[in-house]
């Protein structure tokens, strides 16, 4: 088992930054791959980005790329999203995620994800 506790969210005007950061305790060999997704409003969870435990290899929703980091310490168990020029499309309900995907699940799938958070708010408006 996994725990996997967010922090990090809160308002933000557009354009401004926020960083996000996901802490796992637990079994954390069992999974091979951390993410972020988003849930706004009426709207279905999203991929956001991912990172592979292993070698830190990172992978992004295109839209992402370029505004959104995704990192982890594996000293501190941690993964962390920084998230750059926000606006108001990018509120949401941001989640961590923790899975082990091992080639058989996309990295922006959410069947391949077995642990999640509980979830953290961001809202952009000025």
């Known amino acids: 088992q996994m725990q996997l506790v967010e922090a990090g969210g809160g308002l933000v005007q557009p354009g401004g930054s926020l960083r996000l950061s996901c802490a796992a305790s637990g079994s954390i060999l069992s999974i091979d791959t951390m993410a972020w997704f988003r849930q706004a409003p009426g709207k279905e969870r999203e991929f956001v980005a991912a990172i592979r435990w292993t070698d830190g290899r990172t992978y992004y929703k295109n839209v992402m790329k370029g505004r959104f980091t995704i990192s982890r310490d594996k000293a501190q168990n941690t993964v962390n999203l920084q998230m750059n020029s926000l606006n108001p499309e990018d509120a949401a309900v941001y989640y961590c995620?923790?899975?082990?995907?091992?080639?058989?699940?996309?990295?922006?799938?959410?069947?391949?994800?077995?642990?999640w958070g509980q979830g953290t708010q961001v809202t952009v408006s000025s």
């Open positions: 995620a923790a899975g082990y995907l091992g080639g058989v699940y996309l990295n922006s799938a959410i069947e391949g994800y077995r642990y």
